[in-house]
């Protein structure tokens, strides 16, 4: 495969000048436009810009120490939150994976699993997070619920994706042995996808945690409900430490998952 030496300027879609010149004018006047329907108030501006200061200085002097106990549940539940959501999103996602995989699956359980990838990446989490904590209240459990339902998704979509791009020659070899359908799954899809499966696992796991501080803010648990009760009781100094702590795991999380990654590939 042979490669271009030399720059070209790729083709314009309008080429006359005065069309170019005419959108780019209507693209500034919508922006003027937009900009004039906000409603600004400057008052609130100022006032937020001296809490936003508090918070900053809460942020550079944390306070780990007085309010611990629940710094410390709230930690314990949004791990618990992410490993067992993951684990038991991953299990429910490698079915619904195989059956949103064109090449291997018919088309009727196709289409299935593809509309629940659908619904489920139609849904942001916070969505899902209220409508969970509406049925079952406020707790981890809703948040548990809602990160599961996130990961099936995720994990799916891409693992049906993999599936499909796999390289058929193995797989029409084992056909060839007269190998059964879960044998062609075991042998010739599997070895090609677990690397990949395994490290999207990882990345979800990740994830995952973050997205238990967030769903935390409307009552499904975790240190993001910790951290919503710092804000509204002002206490900035707890809230530093709360965030100090995620960017933390966070950072702990992301390392050692693309250490994994790619030890794994």
């Not at 339902?149 to 891409?158: E, N, Q, R, V, Y």
């Amino acid at each position: 495969m042979t490669y271009p030496t030399t720059w070209r300027r790729p083709p314009q879609i309008f080429t006359h000048r005065g069309w170019r010149i005419g959108l780019q004018l209507a693209a500034l006047a919508y922006l003027v436009f937009a900009l004039g329907t906000l409603d600004v108030n400057w008052t609130r501006i100022a006032e937020g810009g001296e809490r936003g200061l508090r918070f900053i200085w809460g942020f550079l002097s944390p306070d780990f120490s007085s309010r611990w106990r629940d710094i410390s549940q709230g930690l314990i539940e949004s791990l618990t939150m992410t490993l067992t959501s993951t684990v038991v999103g991953v299990a429910i996602s490698i079915p619904i994976g195989i059956g949103a995989a064109r090449n291997v699956a018919p088309a009727w359980i196709y289409a299935i699993c593809r509309s629940i990838i659908a619904i489920s990446r139609a849904l942001q989490e916070i969505i899902v997070a209220i409508f969970f904590v509406a049925m079952f209240g406020f707790g981890p459990f809703a948040g548990f619920l809602t990160l599961s339902f996130a990961t099936i998704g995720f994990i799916s979509k891409l693992l049906a994706e993999d599936i499909e791009d796999i390289d058929e020659a193995q797989a029409e070899a084992i056909r060839a042995t007269g190998a059964s359908w879960g044998q062609l799954i075991n042998y010739a899809i599997q070895p090609q996808v677990m690397p990949r499966l395994i490290g999207l696992s990882l990345y979800r796991l990740d994830i995952n945690f973050r997205e238990s501080a967030v769903i935390g803010i409307v009552g499904a648990g975790g240190i993001g409900a910790t951290l919503n009760t710092a804000i509204d009781r002002y206490e900035y100094d707890s809230a530093g430490a709360i965030l100090l702590i995620i960017i933390a795991l966070v950072m702990v999380a992301e390392y050692s998952s693309s250490y994994l990654r790619k030890f794994l590939q």
